[in-house]
Structures are given as C-alpha cells and as structure tokens.
C-alpha cells in the first residue's frame, strides 16, 4: 500500500510519525498544564497528601498508606501494596496541580476496592501483554527472515496485545479522574475555579493515553502492511 520511496518507509513516515509528533505534543502539554497550575495555590491550604488520606478515609479505606516517592509525575497507586505512592513534587504540596494528581490516584485505590472492571482486566493481561512487547518484534523479524508469514503474523498478533493494554486503559484513567473532580468538589476541598485547573491538568494527563493508544495502533497498522507486504512477494 504505501512501500519504499528513495530508501524511506512510506508506511513509517504516514502513520508512526505522526502518532509520535501526537504523543510529544501530549507530554509537553502535560508538562506544561501541570508546572502553570503548580504554581496556583488552593484557597483552603491543604496539601495533596492530606487530601489523598482525606478522600481514602472517606471511602473506608484507612487500610491504604501513602508514601512519597521520587521524581515529577511518577505518582501512582500500588494495587499489590495497596498504597498510594505521590512523586515528591506533589506529596506536601497545596497546589491545585498536586491536589488534583492525588485525588486521582486515590481514584484508582476506589477503583480495586470496588472491583472496578476495566481495572481488573488491565491488572489481568499485564503479564501477557509484557510477555507480547518483548517477543513481537523478534518473532516479526525472524518470520521475514524466514519468509514464514505465520510466525510473522503471531509476532503481530503479540503486539495487538499492546494495543488492547492501551484501550482498555482509557476507561480506567478516564473515571479515576472523574471520581477525583466529583470527589474533590463534593467533598468541598476545591473551589468551582480551582476545580476547572483541577480539570485541566487531568484532562492532559488523560490526553497522554490517548496518544498512547494512537501511536500503539499505527504501528500494528504498519506492521500488519509490512507482514502482508511480504506475505505477497513471497507468493
């Protein structure tokens, strides 16, 4: 369909390229939403990691600890541990930005206590998908190499799996930050402008899945015309 012109991977440049142009821009939207609103203080003076163990005891889950981690934006919450782990620019901060990052980590702490499905079926295939990241692109060079289209295309079909990861993400990331906006106002803790920073921040985090998404279906798109592509010329 697209194939070689002047030594280039039309397939590459068309679809992967651009779902990684996507992807940067996602970061560096995120990165830049978080740093305007971390520099925002919230009226009330509480800091993100009393609001986390606020909103955890508010849920009857007193059993869940909090710890503060290195780095920026790592925060996320521990299923195995069941503890919620805030980087150590959000834990003690009174920011808008860091408020609104715990909220939803604690979103997903709600979640397991719960037994959210979306979240169990992502906990269920990380294993596989992982085990499918690591062998589908050996399995697809080496079914090339031997002109086996079947080995190819399981080495494809391995990747698909990285594909399903990133959509079954979506709905766990997108009510985590609903749970926390909903959360956040009903419990009182953010204003209604403080609550639309809040939102903001979420918002560009949650792009940066999206575009996860995107960039893992391009590729299995280009792999499945690279594969088919062969699979033609070896008939």
Known sequence: MFGYYYGFDLSYLVLVVPAILLGLWAQARVQSTYARYSRVRAVRGITA?????????????????????????????????????????????????????????????????TGYAPLKLRTAIVSVTNIGSTLSMPLILIGILLNSSRLALVGVALFGLVAVFQLVTLPVEFNASSRALATLDGMDILGREELGGARQVLTAAALTYVAALIQSLAQLLRLLLLVGGNRRRGD
Not at 49 to 63: E, H, M, P, S
Not at 68 to 96: C, F, K, M, Q, W
């Open 49 to 113: 990691d009393q609001v986390a163990r606020r909103i955890l005891d508010a849920n009857g889950l007193r059993d869940v600890s909090i710890q503060r981690i290195a780095g920026s934006l790592t925060d996320h919450y521990d299923p195995r541990e069941r503890v919620v782990r805030l980087s150590e620019t959000v834990y003690g901060s009174p920011s808008i930005a860091a408020i609104g990052v715990a909220a939803h980590e604690v979103g997903h702490a709600v979640q397991h206590a």
